[in-house]
């Protein structure tokens, strides 16, 4: 597989035990979203969704390591350290390619 060098999709999602998890787990994430993700160099989009036990963050990239460097970030590790304290509590990441189907 080539290495992209154009705009990718990175969704990345916490899914929690209880809604009380994923109320607590919000609150860590939108400060995510805000301090460190619409920062980042080369996000040009994000988008964060929340359902009753999961908190979704929807980010567009200008390039493929842009969003590998973000996802690395110490930042983001915290955050899922954070998170996957919570017994039952995991992430879940997908990067898509502009041209991927």
């Not at 899914?15 to 993700?37: D, G, I, K, N, Y």
């Not at 080369?42 to 973000?70: F, K, M, N, Q, Y």
């Amino acid at each position: 597989m080539t290495q992209s060098t154009g705009p990718v999709l990175l969704v990345t999602a916490w899914h929690m035990p209880t809604m009380r998890a994923a109320l607590r787990h919000f609150w860590r994430v939108r400060a995510l979203e805000r301090t460190s993700c619409r920062q980042a160099p080369g996000c040009t989009r994000v988008h964060r969704w929340v359902s009753r036990r999961s908190i979704l963050l929807t980010s567009w990239w200008s390039d493929r390591a842009s969003a590998e460097r973000w996802l690395a970030s110490d930042a983001v590790q915290t955050v899922d350290a954070a998170a996957r304290g919570v017994r039952g509590a995991s992430m879940t990441v997908e990067l898509r390619d502009a041209n991927d189907a």
